[in-house]
């Protein structure tokens, strides 16, 4: 209960954009300041130096160029472009090639066409050099549009893309059967947005039986999944249905947050376990930093800490 108030009441504020304005000033200006906890950087290049030292500490990585509800065609093709030299420059960095991306951001909400085409833009840029792009899942609203995509993609032979699943969502059990099936590699999660009942699960208990109940049957039937998440209850029900299972530690990854739990990160990194950070920068972080917050409301007080000593 407690956790669908605090969702909701940080993702109104995330629309704010008065606070949007006041947080991107202040919230990433020095190299102590909050938004430094969960985001990698403002610029590409903060991104791959974390990148680096992520993969120096035996981790992997996967660079996400913050950004999402573009609202017009000019946005969306700003983003793509962003995303193509995002590509180039990894590329020329030498860091791991593997990219998440949000439709929003190439237009889903504005004209499904024009954002096919955008992924697509970004697909053909990546195959060469072996990149592996992630969609990650927005909105329910979003998720049957945001399928179609993916699947048009997929019919055309791109097999260097795979999909976000929620638990939350009602609706995930059956595309996470569906989907594996075909071969669509999944990164499973739990949801970080506010939805109603009629589409999702609204306890925290309900979600969690259905993220372990999905993980269950990636394991035992997907490709390579992703189990996404800081649970260290559900990361030992995994490692346990692994070991049930025999299936090797190279037959899936771990993924977690940049900056979250970074105690569990290092123990799974000397237990042996693949663990994928998720890496996000740019400028348009405010979003992304106020579901994080509404994740665990807790996390104000490091903001406040780092706004009084920056002071
Ligand atoms: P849960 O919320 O139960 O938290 C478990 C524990 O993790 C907490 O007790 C706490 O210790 C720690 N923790 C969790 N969140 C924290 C925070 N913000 N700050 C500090 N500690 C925290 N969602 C989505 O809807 N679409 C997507 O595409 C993605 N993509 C994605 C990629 C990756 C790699 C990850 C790890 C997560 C996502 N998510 C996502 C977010 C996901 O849906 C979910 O909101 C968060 O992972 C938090 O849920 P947990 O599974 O960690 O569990």
């Not at 059967?177 to 009629?198: C, H």
């Not at 559900?234 to 490692?239: S, V």
Request: net charge positive; with cysteine; proline share 3%.
């Amino acid at each position: 209960m407690l956790s669908a108030i605090s969702k909701s009441f940080f993702h109104l504020l995330a629309r704010s954009r008065g606070l949007e304005a006041l947080a991107s000033r202040v919230g990433m200006a020095r190299p102590t300041s909050f938004g430094r906890r969960f985001i990698a950087g403002e610029t590409l290049d903060e991104a791959i130096a974390a990148a680096r030292a992520i993969q120096a500490g035996g981790m992997n990585v996967t660079l996400d160029q913050l950004g999402e509800s573009v609202t017009t065609i000019s946005g969306a093709d700003a983003a793509t472009r962003i995303y193509l030299q995002t590509v180039d420059a990894i590329v020329g960095a030498g860091v791991e090639r593997n990219i998440s991306l949000k439709l929003s951001q190439l237009g889903l909400n504005i004209d499904r066409a024009t954002c096919t085409d955008n992924l697509r833009r970004i697909l053909e840029a990546s195959r060469p050099h072996d990149f592996f792009v992630r969609i990650d899942m927005e909105e329910s609203s979003t998720v049957p549009a945001t399928l179609e995509v993916f699947q048009s993609v997929w019919d055309q032979g791109s097999r260097h893309v795979g999909l976000v699943l929620q638990s939350a969502l009602y609706r995930s059990e059956e595309d996470a059967r569906r989907l594996s099936d075909a071969g669509v590699r999944i990164r499973l999660v739990k949801g970080a947005y506010k939805e109603p009942k009629s589409v999702a699960y609204q306890k925290k208990a309900d979600v969690d039986a259905a993220f372990v109940r999905i993980m269950d049957q990636l394991l035992r039937t997907g490709t390579y999944p992703a189990l996404a998440t800081h649970d260290p209850a559900i990361i030992d029900a995994a490692k346990r249905m692994a070991a049930a299972n025999r299936i090797g530690n190279d037959r899936y990854e771990f993924q977690m947050l940049y900056g979250i739990r970074r105690d569990l990160q290092a123990a799974l990194v000397a237990e042996g376990f693949r663990l994928r950070l998720y890496v996000p920068f740019g400028t348009q972080w405010f979003p992304y930093f106020m579901r994080r917050l509404g994740e665990r409301p807790a996390n104000l007080a490091f903001v406040l800490r780092a706004l009084i000593r920056d002071r």
